[in-house]
């Protein structure tokens, strides 16, 4: 009762222009041009890896596409040095003993190629100590190793994909604020058994690594997550410039890597063939934002600004459909609906699509850093008075559902407001609890109003976020109709509001480590 | 309660041994070699398409494991004449323009090799009628084709495990009497406009396919069924010696095939690289099955036979583990487990692998013919008097939830005993209905008391069923445990009854087409 009187009162407070919300529904989900912004930033560029040239195709169709839409200032903005590009240029693999079997499996991003096509037994390696490598000296080169494992593929008792239940969004929107900086982190104990362990291991994995690439290994087989021919793909080496060289290494569906792991362990002989081309970018290591702007028309309102973004680079093993070609699409559509409705904001409003988002966020956080201040030592520019909201969206193709506070609760009745003509598409529910994982962090982390939408989760978790399976055929146009609409409606409404978005407590620097 | 009162009367009439099935208990689940046989069946031998070596490998591997075990007259049976074995020897295709990306995809069966690594343009073929093809006349020679369509994939909001739940099974057991020879089929007008259609777009598609065959098209994109990496695998031409020729086919899956189609109807230029080489055998042409035996002991009823079966044959894009490897070693495991027990059964035990079900139950088929009559004239052998029943197994990992009586309800009461045991084990149902598909078909055709088991569905129709994810890792080894107890259990059952099982009255020979 308390909470829908607080809501119900926020509402009287703020006031929503419903012409104009109609104007914008009225566009963004009857005219919309989401999809095909979609099928150019995933079909037509393919995959994005932070400084490949996928991304480099992606930013600058964007740059293009958002100045034919009439936006201004359209660009790539340095944010700072990033690394090597990288990309995959011949990805084949088979068994060829006891039989032929084309495997399916992705080299894992910034790994060498194997030397051309390569033909070897596979060799399972067990190794504990730096010791027991020395049964394996002289007797690696050329050859496939693989390593045991006591994974078993599970299958899900769940479907793939799932919505927010009521029950669910009730509880979030029941949430109590979250302690400042989110949650607080599991401490582990330095000198527990459980981490030297952990520890011993990961240097013990180092050093095998080291070991292979010493005696020539022409390829490393891992284990990739996933089942029913999904993989999900990870990083195998380092994307700096200055990176320790590896062996070529194969990201390989569970399916197949445990095939052939039982072959081999019942003594059954085992050879794959393997023809991995891989190419590295070193011309130009800096990373970039594309950044593009609708100029803000009131006098003393259009140096505050309004910044709306997601992550454009993805991972390679497809196309980021979900992973988040689906966020920049529905960011870009709602720039677009903004200018198609012929809307003159008050404030600036400014889309940022950000790169290496997932090698730490570091394209929003350079932008952060350039633009709004130093986390460290907590040292401000101008700009970070300026900044009025940023908003964020990067949790796949689902429909906004709400919006996360980030512990921000005097932001709660506005959103609720905002949110409240969006009820017949499924949003609505407000809470101040926190979600991580993005770039909307980078703001808050500095102090500044950034926040994520609630979205429905579908099968982000299941099958798309950073699987060989994000393809455009993962979106869904309802749902990404719904959010460029709502994002669009936001900016509206941030733009027109007399004041800026209330801000939360400024963080302390974090302590000197 | 008339079910109850039935199911209590009849099990009062059969007497189980409750010894015996405790020791067939403790042998088939707490000493199974039912995985180990699974793993040869699937991993070691490969892919078992008819006549393919794959085929070969586990039937000769069978054989030997079924003499090894202490089974007499093990051998491979000659069942007719079936066609050209086929198998992948390099399977390899990826976009090349307007980016480097593998595609998951599979040669249909019985489809012939691309010219070596053939490297070409998509091109998008549209053709109703046959003078549509004019305008592609000596313009595709070494092209890869694709063809139109509106499938979307979508997403399954179920999960892709089941089990049956108690509400189904109730349902099951509810059933009627079904009319003999299962269901009536659908009855098509062929005269409706639809049939017409139909007719026309078949006769269409191969027009188009032997234009594109003369044209020296370098290959054809089909999409597979299937989404998230799990294709579905047909054949794309006969296996019969004399079949005609076909141009290179690859089913592709819908991910890949879709993102192709969608860049090409955009406008966007597409080239692919292949380079699949497939082989044919001809050397035999003849179907084999695996038989073998553990013989009758009583001097009366030795020469009664009670046979137990499933398919060994698979598709080719896996191993064929649900599908067939799952029936094929719960049976081995069967006949192990009554060995291993030193049953001297009073009847003839006799176990059949069967070969080209898959085309049409073609080994069980031929099987039938060669031992127990002819279906078109009902003109019957003495074998048919000798023949007790026949179990089959055939649909996938999940356990056995009860028996389909294939409305020989005599049988019924006589079988509800024999699950009774089972009951802690999930097993207990006994439906008067029909269940079609496979091999227990060619018996029942003829009259002969031939069974198949309920199982639980598991993935078998969402993942496994003739898909590239057919693996050894779908197997549940509880559940393949669970049936193969069960089954050693039927025939103990079986072997020991006073009487045979009851018939259903023979069926009229079916009229002359």
């Known amino acids: 009762m308390a909470a829908a009187g607080l809501a119900g009162s926020a509402m009287a407070q703020e006031v929503v222009d419903q012409a104009a919300v109609a104007k914008i529904r009225e566009e963004g989900l009857n005219h919309s041009k989401v999809m095909e912004t979609a099928f150019y930033l995933t079909d037509v560029a393919g995959p994005r890896l932070s400084n490949s040239p996928g991304l480099k195709r992606a930013q600058d169709w964007a740059v293009k596409q958002l100045t034919s839409w009439g936006m201004v200032n359209a660009k790539l903005e340095p944010w700072g040095k990033f690394g090597k590009g990288w990309e995959v240029q011949k990805n084949y693999a088979a068994i060829t003993v006891p039989y032929y079997h084309a495997i399916i499996a992705i080299p894992k991003a910034w790994t060498p190629s194997t030397n051309g096509l390569i033909k070897g037994e596979v060799v399972l390696v067990k190794a504990d100590t730096t010791t027991d490598l020395d049964k394996y000296k002289g007797k690696l080169a050329g050859k496939i190793v693989i390593f045991d494992t006591q994974a078993k593929l599970q299958r899900s008792k769940n479907p793939d994909l799932s919505r927010y239940t009521d029950e669910e969004l009730a509880k979030m929107e ?5 302690p400042a900086g989110g949650a607080p982190r599991r401490q582990f104990d330095a000198n527990s058994p459980q981490f030297a362990a952990m520890r011993r291991a990961r240097a013990m994995r180092a050093t095998i690594n080291e070991f292979l690439l010493n005696e020539k290994v022409g390829l490393i087989l891992a284990q990739g997550r996933g089942t029913d021919g999904t993989t999900f793909t990870t990083n195998g080496a380092s994307y700096a410039d200055t990176a320790k060289a590896v062996a070529p290494e194969l990201e390989t569906s569970g399916e197949d890597y445990l095939r052939i792991l039982r072959l081999v362990k019942a003594g059954q002989k085992v050879e794959l063939e393997a023809d991995i081309k891989t190419e590295f970018f070193n011309k130009d290591l800096q990373g970039y934002n594309v950044i593009a702007e609708i100029p803000g028309t009131d006098k003393k309102l259009k140096d505050q600004v309004i910044m709306i973004g997601g992550h454009l680079d993805s991972w390679h093993g497809a196309t980021g459909a979900t992973d988040n070609a689906a966020g920049s699409a529905v960011m870009m559509e709602a720039m677009r609906i903004l200018k198609a409705i012929n809307y003159k904001p008050k404030r600036t409003i400014r889309i940022a699509l950000w790169s290496s988002e997932e090698q730490g966020l570091f394209g929003s956080r350079g932008y952060v850093a350039q633009h709004f201040g130093d986390r460290a030592t907590m040292a401000l520019k101008p700009e970070h008075a300026k900044l009025d909201a940023y908003y964020n969206l990067d949790n796949g193709t689902g429909k906004i559902r709400g919006i996360y506070l980030q512990g ?40 500044l109003p ?6 429905d989760g579908m099968d982000y978790n299941t099958r798309t976020h950073h699987s060989n399976q994000d393809t455009y055929d993962r979106l869904s146009e309802e749902d990404l109709k719904q959010a460029a609409t709502i994002v669009a409606s936001f900016v509206y409404n941030t733009s027109e509001r007399k004041e800026m978005i209330p801000r939360k407590t400024l963080p302390t620097p974090p302590p000197a480590r």
């Not at 932001?411 to 994982?437: E, Y």
């Open 174 to 178: 029941a949430a109590t604020l979250a």
């Open 408 to 447: 921000d609760s005097a932001a709660g009745p506005i959103f609720k407001a905002w949110l409240a003509p969006f009820k017949d598409l499924g949003a609505g529910s407000v809470t101040v609890g926190n979600t991580g994982g993005t770039d909307h962090q980078s703001y808050d982390a500095l102090g």
């Open 450 to 455: 950034g926040f994520q939408f609630i979205q």
